[in-house]
């Protein structure tokens, strides 16, 4: 079992920053990529942005190419996203997953189902 909890989330103006984190614990040995995702209520979570635990391979949904960078810490079993030049569009709950066992292929790093453990979210929302 792998348990995730956000942290960072707030109110921020447009163009601004904010990073995320994501603490993992209980069984971080067993994770082979992790992912942040949105999502605004009504609406269906979305991928935003995921790396891979061995080759640290990273992958973003295009709307945050440039501005956003995911990154982790071995050290700490902490998952982070940085945003940059925040707009009010990127206003969402914010949730990071974690997927055990194998490698994913990159192609699949961008689907709900891959992952297996999610966080309870956090708030980001960006006022124009």
């Known amino acids: 079992q792998v348990r995730l909890v956000e942290s960072g989330g707030g109110l921020v103006q447009a163009g601004g920053s904010l990073r995320l984190a994501c603490a993992a614990s209980?069984?971080?040995?067993?994770?082979?990529?992790m992912a942040w995702f949105r999502q605004n209520p009504g609406q269906e979570r979305q991928f935003v942005a995921a790396i891979r635990w061995g080759d640290r391979r990273t992958y973003y949904t295009d709307s945050v190419k440039g501005r956003f960078t995911i990154s982790r810490d071995n050290a700490k079993n902490t998952l982070y996203l940085q945003m940059n030049s925040l707009k009010p569009e990127d206003t969402a709950v914010y949730y990071c997953?974690?997927?055990?066992?194998?490698?994913?292929?990159?192609?699949?790093?961008?689907?709900?189902?891959?992952?297996?453990?999610w966080g309870q979210g956090t708030q980001v929302t960006v006022s124009s």
């Open positions: 997953a974690a997927k055990p066992g194998a490698n994913p292929i990159m192609s699949t790093v961008g689907s709900i189902e891959t992952y297996d453990y």
């Open positions: 209980g069984r971080t040995s067993s994770i082979s990529a």
